[in-house]
């Protein structure tokens, strides 16, 4: 059964490289309108290119979630001139200087995590919250394994994951029946961020043995399952997180 969500306007914001250009492009693909957000205009500018090359809208916009009022703006911005059918929350951030031991991450590190990955994705549903529920819109969270399991020596992160599989709860809740909101934990994805998990052989092969599927997913293959989701294929889930991690949690 093919997706056609034409006519529908979808918001990704980190969307203009990996998993989120992926995402943006998949919803080009179904037929909808879709401005990827992201604070480097080259990379927006890019990806916009290749939306309009499937005959649909977008439009160039760079935005960095940790700045509430910038989202407001932003937000406002895209539905006065599109109008807003479907958010996804892809922005995220796992920097080097929020890795390790609880004693190495100071209050900096930490903050900029979770204010990026829990704190922009609430700031950006909040900023669509009326035209979502005017649209009876729907609304994708991109969390990890992160947000299920623990993982050492990520702590901002997985917190901020887990934050968001919470948040999609409670945002699920408020919302029905008029938006459904639903979570996609990712496993790891072969994208520039994860390069040098890549390039080290004692690290990649770590992680090709925990997961079942034995290797790193193509960011399109966790494109296709926020596509579903944002469609009436999935009209009857809300508020539930979606493992495509390649087996990772069901060990």
Same mark, same amino acid.
């Given at each position: 059964?093919?997706?056609?969500?034409?006519?529908?306007?979808?918001?990704?914001?980190?969307?203009?490289?990996?998993?989120?250009?992926?995402?943006?492009?998949?919803?080009?693909?179904?037929?909808?309108?879709?401005?990827?957000?992201?604070?480097?205009?080259?990379?927006?500018?890019?990806?916009?290119?290749?939306?309009?090359?499937?005959?649909?809208?977008?439009?160039?916009?760079?935005?960095?979630?940790?700045?509430?009022?910038?989202?407001?703006?932003?937000?406002?911005?895209?539905?006065?001139?599109?109008?807003?059918?479907?958010?996804?929350?892809?922005?995220?951030?796992?920097?080097?200087?929020?890795?390790?031991?609880?004693?190495?991450?100071?209050?900096?590190?930490?903050?900029?995590?979770?204010?990026?990955?829990?704190? #922009?994705?609430?700031?950006?549903?909040?900023?669509?919250?009326?035209?979502?529920?005017?649209?009876?819109?729907?609304?994708?969270?991109?969390?990890?394994? #992160?947000?299920?399991?623990?993982?050492?020596?990520?702590?901002?992160?997985?917190?901020?994951?887990?934050?968001?599989?919470?948040?999609?709860?409670?945002?699920?809740?408020?919302?029905?029946?008029?938006?459904?909101?639903?979570?996609?934990?990712?496993?790891?994805?072969?994208?520039?961020?994860?390069?040098?998990?890549?390039?080290?052989?004692?690290?990649?092969?770590?992680?090709?043995?925990?997961?079942?599927?034995?290797?790193?997913?193509?960011?399109?293959?966790?494109?296709?399952?926020?596509?579903?989701?944002?469609?009436?294929?999935?009209?009857?889930?809300?508020?539930?997180?979606?493992?495509?991690? #390649?087996?990772?949690?069901?060990?």
């Amino acid at each position: 059964m093919e997706i056609d969500l034409s006519g529908k306007t979808a918001v990704v914001t980190g969307g203009s490289r990996g998993i989120g250009r992926a995402i943006t492009l998949g919803f080009a693909e179904a037929g909808a309108d879709v401005v990827p957000l992201s604070r480097t205009e080259s990379d927006v500018e890019a990806v916009v290119e290749e939306v309009r090359e499937h005959g649909v809208e977008s439009r160039v916009e760079t935005l960095d979630v940790a700045d509430t009022e910038a989202v407001e703006a932003c937000f406002d911005r895209i539905d006065d001139d599109l109008g807003i059918d479907i958010v996804v929350n892809n922005a995220g951030i796992n920097p080097g200087s929020a890795l390790g031991t609880p004693g190495s991450v100071d209050d900096e590190g930490f903050d900029l995590v979770t204010d990026v990955n829990l704190g #922009g994705a609430f700031a950006c549903a909040r900023a669509a919250e009326s035209a979502l529920i005017e649209n009876e819109g729907t609304l994708v969270n991109v969390a990890s394994v #992160g947000g299920l399991v623990g993982l050492p020596r990520q702590h901002p992160y997985v917190a901020s994951k887990h934050g968001l599989v919470g948040l999609t709860k409670s945002l699920a809740l408020d919302w029905a029946p008029d938006v459904r909101v639903n979570c996609l934990a990712r496993g790891y994805v072969a994208t520039e961020l994860t390069a040098e998990v890549q390039d080290n052989d004692r690290l990649r092969e770590s992680v090709e043995r925990r997961t079942p599927l034995d290797r790193f997913a193509e960011p399109e293959e966790i494109a296709g399952p926020a596509v579903f989701l944002a469609s009436d294929l999935a009209s009857y889930a809300t508020g539930a997180t979606f493992a495509v991690d #390649g087996g990772w949690t069901a060990r």
